[in-house]
Every structure is written in structure tokens, then in C-alpha cells.
């Protein structure tokens, strides 16, 4: 038994890297809430031998919020300075021999997560926050430097002791980074591995990398992973180690002159002894190290449930550990470790400690890795103490953290010998209370509720009483059963039975042997025994004198009833306090002075004890209560509400108090002295226990989360701090944590408050797992008891009522009178007794008081109430509430009334409208329409709707909602209470899918035709997107409704939008959707084959695209046309004459129009493609003539479009060898076809023509198909003639290609196959073909002069109708002056204008001649024979012998009679000058 004080500290904080720490000496400190605890540890304890060699010596008090970081100083000489961070944004610097700040800085901006006093430099510290930002700070100077390295969140950060310029600092996303401060925080190294939230960060304790024989080749699996870029000149010259613990499991050790990790160690999966929580859970999991200074090949870590682990790194390919306190069962953490720091005592003993969430720190000796001795903690308010009667020295407290500890207090080698018991609690322990006579029986209350029993010497879940408090549970008391307990034979009756009394005023007796059963309201007791008629008092106390004949109760009012067993027969009531009663403790029985017994001490939410002596009244037994209102002793001094009191046991007299004044005081209750006062807790004490074996020793809780054991005899002072408000205390409160909004918990309104129970700052949700309760949240937050606001209940509660808005009062003027004078308030008692009680008929001037004091219709007659409730209503609808006075009137009764009223102000409510029923059907049809009309005005048309359907009106709803645009809420009550077939719901959704078009949302539009049966209009609203997705969706949907025709349009379109993209895959896979669709899925095929194979030539336009091809087989080698058919045949099954047929039929009645010189490429060639997929359809088949057709018209598609590439590929593909072979096909000359042939050979000779002309165009043309060339030097060179343009701009542009001058003259010859194409040009000198032409041409000049007229008269004419003054006759002359140029640009050589009849006459004469010619010539075009002739004269001039002088005669006649259009004629003269 030892006879120092000792301290049962609050927890050290949760989830932090570092705040734990202790120097050379012996000197440990750990953060606890917002402050630091210190502990001497070792030899300079100065405990009583044979006992744990550790005290509690003081507290560094300062921070507002919790302490998320400290450290030592940890260089000779200065000890004694330590530093804290804390979450109120300041670092302090602290003497911990005088527990005072030296110095402070406040330089973070956000919540700072990583602190560390340099090894190196004996004034530097450095810290880092949560946004990434680092500031160095130099003590001795008071200089910073701001570093910000990373965007992101610190978690840990130490400084090198081999390098005083480098950090490592580690991030919640697993990036770890050494830093060189002295290079303004320049990146050394960026570690990457892990992949979770770094914990620790250790530095080899020795400098170099020769101190482990790690295999550097054979690294973890992890070794190639980039690690960042390495600065050339590091300045770690000879490297160190590193080591890093993470959340992601494993430990890794980094080489840093490598930059990357050389070692990685994955924590095992142990079994936990005793425990059975999951290891795998991630969230469970802090991995701190520790690396043992001058053993570099042992690291200590954490691991998943509170084992500790030495790992041996002697051999980085063996993962070997050794565990901690392996042979001691029970010696190790059962939660997660947090914090490992060393410590060498004064007699060089190398210890660890350790801080863990199983609330313990734990001291291990290094030389055999077992438990030295063990320092609890407390996670909450200590709310109860209660020292055994039988078990001496066994202290049980009841903290807020929802466990029950037993102190052994009298242990001799274990000064805290405390034992935990958490399983069923759940929530916070408010009262405690030990059977007076059973071993290990404990009853315990909770802040829910709960009334349960612990055997505390086994390990067995307590007994729950089946039977809750409404509220926090106040007290417990062991006494004598009542009758409530029905007896059910011998022995089934308890001696001693539990009484608990609980936040709602209700005592209740549970019978210990049948927790099960229901308990038993001991009001019931007292009311039948007393004949009581009133109210009873709500209880907030109970206690029973040690004899267990007189039970006490406590009340709210501060009344304190005594009460007599065997039937609780009330003998006296103390009317002495006058607010809620919290503690009442009677003396005991073993004095010297036996009436002393007698004495009962009284505690309330006043801070005056009072004392009174109840020998008289018990021993007289009176027939009818006494009341006493004068105390024995008064005890006076505490300055705030008295929480507890405790005789001593020791003392006749002597009384102990606690109260939340934070102050305990002892007092001589006989002679009402103070005698001593305890002022070492930080808070508002809440409980007290004297020591039932030590005088001089007191226990005391408060909500500081300390338990302090301290004796009488050292106490300075010997009374309470006086003044009205304990400034000690205040300035001790004002280090408490501020209040946080976000992290408030709800208040816990009771009625009565008794305690103030509700700590703001504890934990609430405890929950029950395998281990002991956890901090109050779960594991992966921070430890929020250090973080939240501790202030009384009432400031709490207040807070609450401000945030929710307060409701009117519905009497507000029946109130305010209830709020007049005292005087004005006896007189209306007095005129309500004689209204009330008078026999006759009330007198004139109570009648005229009653009138005045209309308040009092509440309590006289309906008619003075009506008139109270008439005056009520007139003021409600004078501040504006009608609402109110709608209230009233039902009150009252007149609901018919209320409802015409509010109904013709607008002022209809919900609630009216619904009580409208009880006043007939009718009156609520009339309601519900009436509140209808007032809701459209108010736009509230859906809920007009809603009211409407509560009277069965369907049709005016769907109505109401249509005509307001609420188109899918109509459809929604129209479907669900119309029948299927109604028209109304088919208009609904036409109209709305109208709507819904015109805005653009086709999907939506397109459901809305499907809902009215319009699937076609549902197809073709979809596809008006014209995307590939929408056409496809469109086509899919028209051939599930049976659409065929439109889904085969749609589809085609899709595959065309697709073939825009080159998508030619899903072109060929839109066209599947139908089978009418095959040929032009041949057509698709041979356009991709052509593209494809202009691509190959590099001709095509689109040969930048990126195509998506099919996988057809390619067989380049073979013809084209033996390519598509062989294509057609295994991609389409094309094998049959049959099905050439059928998809002939499917393409020719598609027909395109004419192409012009502005039709996109891509459009040219699908129509081109279309054209020859007919022609070779037609071969398939034996259709020569539609095969002439079919290439005839796709080559005039080429050639109208000036695609003379186009033409020549189609010719080179499908005519290789000319056109004889279709000659001999077609046989018949006289054929319908003829002409058809004629206009596809002349073509095909002519694109040779222009061919032939271009191989000589060069400057030096050489040897072809068509000529052999050979240069001989010459004397003299002769410029050839150049010709400008030798074919009119708007026939063909590809024909103007200009001549070259050439300097050498050459021998060119025409090879056999040359003759042969100039003799072949023959066919194109056709002067019936020359005629046609000249005519159209002749049209075509008239009509571009007549629109350049009209042009001109309406440019005279818009400039005459804007002239003002004088010029406005310029225009017109400028007009006239214009009509001459159509003559200019027609006949250079004349000037004269012409005249519109000689127009007319010219285009009549064309006309006249083009009827003459046969249907065969004007139906199938034939190249420009104009063209043809000057080529060939060009060609006989440029090269002699070329050109027989027969085709020049003849080509020189046909310019001479047709060429009279000036193109013609300029070119004309030009060649023959």
C-alpha cells in the first residue's frame, strides 16, 4: 500500500506519427486531449521499492485542441525542452522542468499532422500539415523557412541524425521524399512503393550502407520500380538505410544513395491469443518502427492486433522475427500500436514504450523483450467510483469510454494493478455499486439505460436487466426487497435487492436473481401506501442507511424524502435545496458516537451542502410525514453545483465533497470547518471515494478523463477558491478544446439533468467487438476526445435550441398574461378560486374579473374560453398568421367556417383540407376543388392534380396537368387510373411527343409514339438525329414493329453516314438488318474494293483517312472485276444467275441524280459504284446491254463531275482491254444499245487521247507504250508554239495543260499501239454528235446572257430606289452603259448591244435544231468532239507525221462549221497562226 499520489491519466491521442517521446534519463512524455503527460521512469520515480519504476509527475497544460505531434529535444544539456503541435495551428516549445511555454509559433495555415526536433541541430524543428506544407523553424533565433515540396497530405516526417540538412517526409498516398532543406527543400529522392498511408518513417541508426548485408541484386519483387529522379551530387555520400512503415501491410528499407528499395517485409497474419478480431481488415492496421539505436540489423514494429515484432536483418531473404512477451500470456496489446519511442534509464536499462489503442502504455526492457509494467488510461469522463465493501483496496470506475475498470489498489508490486471489463457495457458507465456482502458482485448503469450485474472473477458477459431506463441511469442501491417482489416459495427471495434510479425520475427494484423478469416502479409502493393523490416528485437520488430500514430518495424539485421499509411509509420530507438533488450519503454506523448514524449529507445543483440529523424523526415514527426545513449543519464554500460526497470511514464526521467547481474539499462536519482542499484536476469533478483503509488517502474522477489518488496531508490550501467564479479553474478551462459544429454529437436532452451528464467532448458510439471498446470511434478516425468541446449540458442543449427555429406560440396573448408581475399572478389564482369554488352564482365583480383576466378561460368555464379564443384569433390575424387562427377556429369546433374563410382569402391549407371530412362529404369535395383553383394560381399544378385525384376527378386532373405542360405526371395519373384504350392517354402522348421533337429529344419523343402505337412515327423521330446511332436504333425499332421499307431506308442511311467515316465494317453490318438491302451491300463491297484499291495506287483523296477494311481476301494479282465477283461469291453467296437477277432488280429502280463539278467525292464514287455494280450484275447474268449502260453511266458520272482519275481507274478496271470484247457480245450493230456503245467507246478512246497527249506534254518526253523518244544534239532550237488553253474552262479543266518550252530537239516516234489510238480517234469526229453540241452550247451562252442581264436591271433598280438628289440618275446611266458588256464577253470584235427578241430568236433556233436530232444521239452523252479536234491538231503541229493530214482536214471542217462560240474560235486562230 503505497502512500504517494498516483494518477490514472486520459489516453494518449490516436492516429498520430509521433506523439509519444523520452530522453536520456528516464523523462517519458505522451499526448494526451490537449495536453502532455510526463512520467519519471526508472531510478528518479522515487516509487517504494518493489514496486513499478514509474510516476506520473505532471502535465504540460497550454493547447486548445488536441496535441497531434510531440518530441524531445534530444541533445545533452537540453532535456528539459520538449515541443507539441497541436490542431489550434501552434507548435509551443516547452520547459518540462517548469511546465511552462518558452516559446510558440503559429506560422501553419492548415491542421498540422508531423512534427520532429532535429537530432542534429539543437534549435531546429520542422513540422508538415495536412496540404503539404513544411516549415523549419530555428529556437534560438526565431527564424522559419516555408517549404512546400508535395500538394499533398503529410502523414510523418523525421530528420536525418547522419545529415543535418535532410528530411524524410511521408504522405497518405504512400509517396515517401527526402528532402534538403538547405537547398530550399529541393527533392533528393522520391520513394515509391507503397500504395497507402505512410505511419513511420526510421533512419538507420548508423550512417553508410555496410552495416547490412543485403544482397543488392536480390531485391523484393518491388526493386525496378522508378523511384524519381536522383541529383547527381547527392549529398549523402556514403548512403544510409531508411525504413518505412505503411497501411498497405509491409515495411520497406530503402538504400538512399540508391533511391529505391532494397528490402521489403510483409507483416504475418498471427493468431491473435484471446482474440479474435480479423487481421486482414486494413483499417485495423498502424504500422509504427522503431530502429534500436546501435543495432542496425533489428527493427521493432507493430503489428495487425498489438503484438510487437523484432525483426532480424542479418539475412534479407529470410523473413525473421521474433514477437515480444512471446511466453507471457496476455503481456502484449490487444488493439493496434500507434507509438514506439526509446528510453535508457539512469541505470542504462534500454527500455520501450509504447501507446495503443487498448488504451495502455505499455514499458518493455530490450534486453529480453517482456513487459516491464503496464500505465492504464482512461478514454472518457470518469463518472463513478465505488471501493468494495468485501474485496478492500478494490477500486471500480466507471469511465465514459464504456469500460468498467478494478483498480487493485493495494497491490504491492503493481501500482496499477487495474483489470478491464468492457463486454456488454456499450456505452458510458455512470454508476457503479458493489453488493455490500457477495464477492465480485458489481452493479453497473449506463448512460442508456442499462442496469446490469458483473461477477468480476470470471470472464462471463454481465447480467442485463431486461428492464431500461428511459434516460441515463443516476444512481445504484443495494437494500432490502419491498413487497413489489411477489414471493414464490422458500429461498426465492433475495436479501438484498437493486434499486437503480434513472433520468426520467423513476426508481426501480431488480430482483439480482431474475435480471429476466420485469422490475418494479417502487412509485406504485408509495403511492398505495401513502394514499398519495398527487403528482410524485421526479427522483434523482436514491440511498438506503446501512441498516436497511430507512431508504432516502432524492428529488428534482430538491425535496429529500425518507422513507420507512417493510412498505416505504413516508416518515419525512426535507424541504432544504431547492434544485435538483444529485448526491446523498448517510453516515456510517461503526463511530465512536453510534448517533452519528443518523446524520444524512445532502448535495444539489446548489453549491451549499446541508447536513441533517433525522434521530428524532425515525425513533418517533410519526403517524404523518414531518417536514423539516431547518438543516442540522450547512457546509458552505464550492462555488458551483456539488456532484458527491463520501464519509470517511475513518472519521466520525468528516465529509468529503466534489463539485464542479474543480475542486475537491474535506470538511469537519460537526464544527462545519473545511479542512482541506484538492485543486490538481483540470476539469469538473464528478465522483469521490475516501480509501477504506488509508485516512489520509482520497480518490477522486472528473471530466478531464483523470482519476487522482492524493492525500490530505499535502494539500496547500484548506477551503475552496472563493469568489463567484473560480478563476483557477476558468483559466483552466480555457485550455479546453473549443467547440467544433461539424464534429458535435446531438445533446442528450434529459428531464432532469442531473450531472450534467453530457460530456460534449466524449466518445458516444462504443461498439462491442472481440477486443476491448475502441476510442469512442471507429479505427480508421482520429481519436476525437481530444478534438471536441467540453461544455455543461446547458450550453450544449442551448446551442441545439438556437439552430432549430422556435415554434409560435398558439396563446401567445393567454402567455404573455401568465408572464405579468408576481403580484398580478397571486391576484389571478385568487380570482380563479373564488370563480371556481364559489356556490352561488359568481358575483358582478368576478364576473368582471373573469372578463379582464381572459387568460383564465382555461381553467373556468367554455364559454369564458370561446371569448379567450375569439380575442386570440383577432390577434393572430392581425400579425399575419392566419394559419393560427384556422387553428383555433378548429379548436373550437367551426371547421365549415374556417374552411369559406381561408377559402375566399386564398389561405387554404393542407391541413384544413384534410380535417374538411369530418364536416361532410360534400363541404370536402367543394374544399378539395376550392384548394385546387388556389394552388394553380399558385403554379403548384402537380399538387392541384394530387387533390383533384383525392375526389375521384381523373379527367380534370390529366387536364390540368396537360394544359400546363406536365406532360409526363399526366401520362403517369392517365395510365394508371384510365383504362388502356381511353383516347385521352393516346392524345397525351402524341402531344407530348410533339413537343418533345420540336425541342430535339428524339429518344424521349420516339417512347412517346411507341406509347401511342406509332411506331412508325417512333422510327422516324428517332432517326432525325441522322447520326449512325440514331439510323441504326431507327431501323432496328421499324423492323421490330414490322416497318420494313422505312427500317431497309434507314438502315441504308446509316451505312451510308458510315461510309462516310470509312467504317466500312459497319457499313456492311447496318445493310445485314435486311435482306432487301443485299445489293446494295454489293454495292458497298465493290466501293470498298475500288477505295481500297485507290488507295493502293495512292490516288484517292481520302487516303489520309484511317479506314476500318473488312477481311475480305485481297487477291491484288487477279483482274478487278474477277476480284468483286469473287468477293460477292464468298461473302454474299452469290453463286447463281438466280440471285444476280434478284439483286439487279433490288438496285435498278434506284436512281441518282447527274453529277455536276460540286458533288462530294465520296458521293461520286458511291453513285459511280451503284452504276458499275448494275454493269457487272448484267455480265453475271448475259445482260450485255444493261452492262454497256451501267459502265456508260458511270463513266458520264466522272466525266460530268471533272474526275478524270475516276474515269481513267474505272476504264483501266473494267475495260483492260478496250471495248472490243462488249463489241462481240452485243453482235447486232442495229441494236436499241448501239448508241449506248458508241458513247462508252468514244469516251474510252478519248480519256487515251488525252493520256497519249500528256506522256508528250513533258519537258522531255520519253518512251511509252504510245511513242519512242530519243534526243540528238542540235545547232539551233526552235521555241515551239505555246498554247494557252487548248480546251474551253468549262468543259474540262484537265485539258488545258500548258506546252513547255524545250531547249533540245527531239526524235520522237509512234509505236504500233500509237497508230492505233489516233486511227481509233476517228470514231470521235461525229458531226452529228459536233451539231448537238453546238446547240446546247449556243442555249447556254444565250441563257448566261439574259441572267446577266436581269442581274444588271436589278442592280439599276435597287440603286435608283436609294439615290437621293441630284445624283440619282447616275445609276441608270451606269446601267446602260453595262448592257453592253454581254456583247463584249460574247463578241469581242463587236460592241453593239443585243436586243432581247434576237436572244429570244438565237435560243429558238438552237432548240429547232437539237428536235431534228434522233432520241438515240440525245440520250446518251459523247465527249466534247470540239475538244477532241483541237488535241489531234495540237498533237500534228507539235509533232509532224503524228496526225494524218486526212484526220487534220477533217478536225480543221468540223471547227471551222461548229466552232462558233468564242472558246472555240480564240483557240482556233490560235493554232492556225
Same mark, same amino acid.
Given at each position: ?57 505532471? /502535465? ?191 515495411? *520497406? ?30 483499417? *485495423? ?132 494493478? !487495474? ?166 450519503? &448517510? ?35 410519526? /403517524? ?47 464544527? /462545519? ?5 484538492? *485543486? ?92 476491448? !471498446? ?193 406532360? *409526363? ?22 402531344? &407530348? ?257 488525252? /493520256? ?12 511509252? !507504250? ?41 526524235? !520522237? ?165
Amino acid at each position: 500500500m503505497g502512500q504517494e499520489p498516483r494518477t490514472l491519466p486520459p489516453s494518449p491521442n490516436w492516429y498520430c506519427s509521433r506523439c509519444s517521446d523520452a530522453v536520456p534519463g528516464g523523462l517519458f512524455g505522451f499526448a494526451a486531449r490537449t495536453s502532455v503527460f510526463l512520467v519519471r521512469v526508472g531510478p528518479g520515480a522515487d516509487v517504494i521499492p518493489g514496486t513499478s519504476p514509474f510516476r506520473v509527475i505532471g /502535465e504540460l497544460v497550454g493547447h486548445t485542441e488536441r496535441v497531434s505531434g510531440f518530441t524531445f529535444c534530444h541533445h545533452p544539456g537540453q532535456y528539459n525542452l520538449c515541443a507539441t503541435s497541436s490542431d489550434d495551428g501552434t507548435v509551443k516549445i516547452w520547459d518540462v522542468e517548469t511546465k511552462t511555454v518558452v516559446t510558440e509559433h503559429a506560422l501553419h495555415q492548415h491542421t498540422i499532422s508531423a512534427l520532429h526536433w532535429s537530432p542534429l541541430v539543437k534549435d531546429l524543428l520542422v513540422s508538415g500539415d495536412e496540404k503539404g506544407v513544411v516549415f523549419c523553424y530555428w529556437l534560438n533565433r526565431n527564424d522559419s523557412q516555408h517549404l512546400f515540396i508535395e500538394p499533398r497530405t503529410i502523414f510523418c516526417l523525421t530528420c536525418s541524425p547522419h545529415h543535418e540538412d535532410l528530411v524524410a517526409i511521408g504522405y497518405k498516398d504512400g509517396i515517401v521524399v527526402i528532402i534538403d532543406i538547405s537547398k530550399k527543400g529541393e527533392v533528393i529522392h522520391r520513394l515509391r512503393g507503397h500504395d497507402d498511408e505512410i505511419h513511420s518513417i526510421a533512419w538507420c541508426p548508423l550512417p553508410g550502407e555496410d552495416c547490412l548485408f543485403i544482397n543488392q541484386e536480390e531485391n523484393s519483387e518491388e526493386l525496378e520500380i522508378p523511384n524519381g529522379k536522383v541529383i547527381a551530387q547527392t549529398p549523402v555520400k556514403k548512403g544510409c538505410y531508411l525504413a518505412t512503415g505503411s497501411k498497405d501491410q509491409t515495411i *520497406r528499407i530503402w538504400s538512399c544513395s540508391r533511391g529505391r528499395v532494397v528490402t521489403t517485409l510483409k507483416l504475418p497474419f498471427l493468431k491473435r491469443r484471446g482474440g479474435g478480431i480479423d487481421p486482414t481488415v486494413k483499417e *485495423r492496421l498502424w504500422l509504427t518502427l522503431h530502429w534500436p539505436k546501435g543495432q542496425p540489423t533489428q527493427l521493432v514494429s507493430s503489428c495487425f492486433g498489438g503484438e510487437l515484432l523484432l525483426w532480424d536483418l542479418t539475412q534479407s531473404w529470410r523473413r525473421k522475427y521474433t514477437l515480444f512477451s512471446a511466453s507471457s500470456e496476455g503481456q502484449n496489446h490487444s488493439r493496434i500500436v500507434f507509438n514506439l519511442c526509446p528510453l535508457q534509464t539512469e541505470d542504462d536499462k534500454q527500455l520501450l514504450l509504447s501507446t495503443s489503442m487498448d488504451r495502455d502504455v505499455k514499458c518493455w526492457d530490450m534486453a529480453t523483450l517482456e513487459c516491464c509494467w503496464t500505465l492504464p488510461s482512461l478514454g472518457g469522463f470518469a463518472y463513478s467510483l465505488a471501493f468494495s465493501p468485501v474485496d478492500t483496496g478494490c477500486l471500480a470506475i466507471g469511465a465514459g469510454d464504456g469500460m468498467i475498470r478494478i483498480w487493485n489498489t493495494f497491490s504491492i508490486k503493481n501500482n496499477y494493478d !487495474v483489470k478491464i471489463f468492457w463486454q456488454g457495457v456499450k456505452s458510458k458507465v455512470t454508476a457503479l455499486c458493489w453488493h455490500p456482502t457477495k464477492e465480485g458482485c458489481l452493479a453497473f448503469g449506463t448512460d442508456d439505460g442499462k442496469v446490469g450485474l458483473y461477477d468480476t472473477y470470471s470472464n462471463k458477459p454481465p447480467q442485463i436487466s431486461s428492464t431500461y431506463h428511459k434516460k441515463t441511469v443516476y444512481s445504484l442501491a443495494w437494500g432490502p426487497p419491498v413487497p413489489s417482489m411477489a414471493p414464490g416459495g422458500e429461498g426465492d427471495r433475495p436479501s438484498l435487492t437493486l434499486y437503480s434510479c434513472g433520468g426520467e425520475g423513476i426508481v426501480l427494484q431488480h430482483n439480482p436473481w431474475k435480471l429476466s423478469g420485469e422490475a418494479f416502479d417502487i412509485n406504485k409502493l408509495i403511492r398505495d401506501t401513502n394514499s398519495i393523490k398527487y403528482k410524485l416528485p421526479v427522483h434523482t437520488e436514491i440511498s438506503w442507511k446501512a441498516d436497511g430500514k430507512i431508504m432516502a430518495l432524492g428529488n428534482e424539485d430538491g425535496s429529500i424524502e425518507i422513507f420507512k421499509v417493510p412498505n416505504l411509509k413516508l416518515i419525512c420530507t426535507i424541504q432544504q435545496h431547492h434544485k435538483l438533488v444529485n448526491t446523498i450519503s &448517510w453516515h456510517h454506523e461503526y463511530g465512536s458516537q453510534p448517533e452519528l448514524s443518523y446524520l444524512i449529507a445532502s448535495g444539489s445543483n446548489n453549491a451549499v451542502i446541508y447536513v441533517h440529523n433525522l434521530q428524532t424523526v425515525i425513533e418517533s415514527n410519526p /403517524e404523518t410525514p414531518v417536514t423539516i426545513t431547518e438543516p442540522y449543519r450547512t457546509l458552505s464554500g464550492h462555488t458551483a453545483k456539488i456532484t458527491s460526497l463520501a464519509w470517511s470511514p475513518h472519521h466520525d464526521g468528516r465529509l468529503i465533497s466534489a463539485s464542479y467547481d474543480g475542486t475537491a474539499q474535506v470538511w469537519d462536519t460537526l464544527q /462545519e470547518e473545511p479542512l482541506c482542499n484538492f *485543486r490538481g484536476h483540470r476539469g469538473r469533478l464528478l465522483c469521490i471515494a475516501w480509501s477504506p483503509l488509508d485516512p489520509d488517502c482520497i480518490y477522486s474522477g472528473a471530466d478531464d478523463f483523470c482519476v487522482y489518488k492524493w492525500l490530505t496531508s499535502m494539500q496547500e490550501h484548506s477551503r475552496p477558491p472563493q469568489g463567484k467564479k473560480n478563476i483557477e479553474l476558468e483559466k483552466k478551462r480555457l485550455s479546453q478544446p473549443k467547440p467544433k459544429p461539424k464534429k458535435k454529437k446531438k445533446p442528450i436532452l434529459r428531464v432532469p439533468v442531473k450531472q450534467e451528464l453530457c460530456d460534449g467532448n466524449e466518445e458516444e458510439s462504443v461498439k462491442e467487438s472481440s477486443g476491448p !471498446v475502441e476510442n469512442g470511434v471507429s479505427d480508421q478516425e482520429t481519436e476525437e476526445e481530444a478534438r471536441e468541446p467540453e461544455l455543461p449540458c446547458g450550453v450544449t442543449s442551448a446551442e441545439a435550441l438556437i439552430k432549430k427555429r422556435k415554434a409560435r406560440s398558439m396563446l401567445p396573448l393567454s402567455t404573455s398574461l401568465d408572464h405579468r408581475s408576481k403580484e398580478e399572478l397571486h391576484q389571478d389564482c385568487l380570482v380563479l378560486a373564488t370563480a371556481k369554488h364559489s356556490r352561488a352564482e359568481p358575483k358582478e365583480d368576478v364576473s368582471a374579473d373573469l372578463e379582464e383576466r381572459l387568460h383564465l378561460g382555461l381553467f373556468t368555464d367554455r364559454a369564458t374560453l370561446y371569448r379567450m379564443i375569439e380575442v386570440e384569433g383577432k390577434g393572430h390575424l392581425e400579425n399575419g398568421h392566419p394559419e393560427l387562427f384556422h387553428q383555433l377556429m378548429l379548436w373550437k369546433g367551426d371547421l365549415k367556417g374556417v374552411l369559406q374563410t381561408a377559402a375566399e382569402r386564398g389561405e387554404l391549407t393542407d391541413n384544413l383540407v384534410a380535417m374538411a371530412p369530418v364536416a361532410g362529404y360534400h363541404v370536402w369535395v367543394w374544399a378539395v376543388e376550392a384548394f385546387a383553383k388556389q394552388l394553380c394560381f399558385q403554379d403548384q399544378y402537380v399538387k392541384a392534380a394530387s387533390h383533384l385525384l383525392s375526389i375521384h376527378k381523373v379527367y380534370e386532373a390529366v387536364e390540368l396537368l396537360k394544359s400546363n405542360h406536365f406532360y *409526363r405526371e399526366a401520362i403517369a395519373i392517365a395510365k394508371a387510373r384510365l383504362r388502356p384504350e381511353d383516347p385521352i392517354l393516346k392524345d397525351l402522348y402524341l402531344s &407530348w411527343g410533339a413537343i418533345l421533337e420540336k425541342d430535339g429529344h428524339y429518344a424521349l419523343a420516339a417512347k412517346c409514339y411507341l406509347g401511342a402505337t406509332s411506331a412508325y412515327d417512333a422510327a422516324k423521330v428517332l432517326a432525325k438525329k441522322g447520326d449512325v446511332a440514331s439510323l441504326r436504333t431507327a431501323a432496328e425499332l421499324a423492323s421490330i414493329v414490322g416497318e420494313n421499307e422505312l427500317s431497309a431506308t434507314l438502315a441504308l442511311r446509316c451505312a451510308q453516314e458510315l461510309l462516310l467515316a470509312r467504317n466500312w465494317v459497319g457499313a456492311q453490318e447496318a445493310l445485314q438488318l435486311h435482306e432487301s438491302l443485299k445489293g446494295q451491300r454489293l454495292v458497298f463491297c465493290l466501293l470498298e474494293l475500288l477505295s481500297k484499291h485507290l488507295e493502293e495506287k495512292q490516288l484517292s483523296e481520302g487516303k489520309s483517312f484511317s479506314s476500318s477494311y473488312n477481311a475480305w481476301p485481297a487477291g491484288s494479282e487477279r483482274p478487278f472485276v474477277e476480284r468483286v465477283t469473287a468477293v460477292w461469291k464468298s461473302a454474299f453467296s452469290l453463286d447463281s444467275p438466280e440471285q444476280s437477277q434478284a439483286a439487279f432488280q433490288q438496285l435498278q429502280d434506284i436512281k441518282y441524280p447527274s453529277a455536276t463539278s460540286n458533288t462530294p467525292s465520296k458521293q461520286l464514287l458511291l453513285h459511280i459504284c451503284h452504276d458499275l455494280t448494275l454493269a457487272v450484275l448484267s455480265q453475271q447474268v448475259a445482260s450485255w446491254d444493261a452492262a454497256v449502260e451501267g459502265l456508260l453511266r458511270a463513266v458520264i458520272r466522272s466525266y460530268n463531275s471533272g474526275n478524270f482519275t475516276i474515269m481513267q481507274e474505272v476504264h483501266s478496271a473494267f475495260l483492260p482491254e478496250g471495248c472490243d470484247h462488249l463489241r462481240d457480245k452485243l453482235g447486232d450493230h442495229q441494236s436499241p444499245t448501239t448508241p449506248a456503245f458508241k458513247s462508252l467507246e468514244a469516251f474510252f478512246i478519248y480519256g487515251r487521247l488525252y /493520256e497519249f497527249w500528256w506522256s508528250l506534254s513533258g519537258p522531255c518526253p520519253e518512251s511509252s !507504250v504510245w511513242v519512242r523518244a530519243a534526243h540528238r544534239r542540235t545547232t539551233s532550237v526552235e521555241q515551239s508554239q505555246q498554247l494557252d488553253k487548248v480546251s474551253p474552262e468549262e468543259t474540262d479543266p484537265k485539258a488545258s495543260q500548258p506546252e513547255p518550252s524545250r531547249t533540245l530537239e527531239l526524235d !520522237v516516234r509512234l509505236t504500233e499501239e500509237g497508230k492505233q489510238m489516233l486511227n481509233a480517234c476517228k470514231e470521235l469526229f461525229s458531226e452529228e454528235h459536233a451539231g448537238l453540241q453546238n446547240a446546247q452550247r449556243t442555249i447556254a451562252e444565250v441563257q448566261e446572257t439574259l441572267a446577266e442581264m436581269i442581274r444588271l436591271h436589278q442592280k439599276s433598280q435597287l440603286c435608283k430606289s436609294t439615290a437621293n438628289g441630284p445624283d440619282k440618275n447616275e445609276p441608270e446611266q451606269e446601267a446602260e452603259q453595262s448592257l453592253s458588256s454581254p456583247q463584249n464577253q460574247c463578241k469581242e470584235e463587236k460592241n453593239e448591244p443585243v436586243s432581247l427578241p434576237e436572244l429570244t430568236k438565237r435560243i429558238t433556233e438552237a432548240n429547232e435544231r437539237i428536235a431534228k436530232f434522233p432520241e438515240s444521239i440525245k440520250t446518251w452523252p459523247f465527249p466534247d468532239v470540239l475538244e477532241c479536234c483541237l488535241i489531234l491538231l495540237h498533237i500534228g503541229s507539235q509533232y509532224s507525221g503524228f496526225v494524218t493530214q486526212e484526220m487534220q482536214q477533217q478536225a480543221q471542217e468540223l471547227l471551222q462549221k461548229y466552232g462558233s462560240t468564242k472558246v472555240y474560235k480564240r483557240h482556233y486562230e490560235t493554232l492556225c497562226t
